[in-house]
């Protein structure tokens, strides 16, 4: 069944994280560990949004790409320039309690909050839809 008013607490917490994310363009301030912690933090609460609004249950992990498969494997389209995001699941545990040194050139901060910025806005978009499905449904309801 679905939780629209989860899905929209997890999207105004993704959004939190995003607005966070946005303020460390600076790495002289802001390490990319943690930059790519809030990233990885405003995806993984969007994808927990996108399945609170389809109706689908999930655990308590912190992989991206289990939740991506997850929604796949439920019948959620998503598209493919978003499948690099599942990358920053390393954000989440282990580069909070490990050095960082993945990336030696360190992480596109602009490109990487273009991207999560705009997945974040793709979910919102769909959250919209399942709200207005459900205006429809219950207008059908008053109808009978």
Do not use: C
């Not at 969007?46 to 991206?64: E, F, N, Q, T, V």
């Not at 699941?89 to 960082?100: G, I, S």
């Not at 602009?110 to 793709?122: C, G």
Request: avoid cysteine; aromatic fraction near 10%; glycine fraction near 4%.
């Amino acid at each position: 069944m679905r939780d629209l008013e989860h899905a929209r607490q997890m999207l105004a917490l993704a959004h939190k994280d995003l607005k966070a994310l946005r303020g460390m363009l600076d790495a002289e301030v802001f390490d990319d560990a943690i930059f790519g912690f809030h990233a990885q933090q405003t995806v993984e609460k969007s994808l927990k949004a996108w399945l609170s609004s389809a109706g689908i249950a999930y655990s308590k992990i912190h992989d991206l790409e289990e939740l991506f498969m997850l929604l796949e494997k439920n019948g959620q389209h998503i598209p493919d320039h978003f499948n690099n995001l599942a990358d920053l699941t390393d954000f989440a545990v282990q580069f909070r309690y490990e050095l960082f040194d993945y990336f030696e050139a360190g992480l596109d901060r602009a490109e990487t909050i273009d991207q999560v910025a705009k997945f974040s806005q793709y979910v919102e978009q769909i959250i919209v839809n399942a709200e207005s499905e459900g205006e429809n449904d219950d207008d059908d309801d008053k109808l009978n």
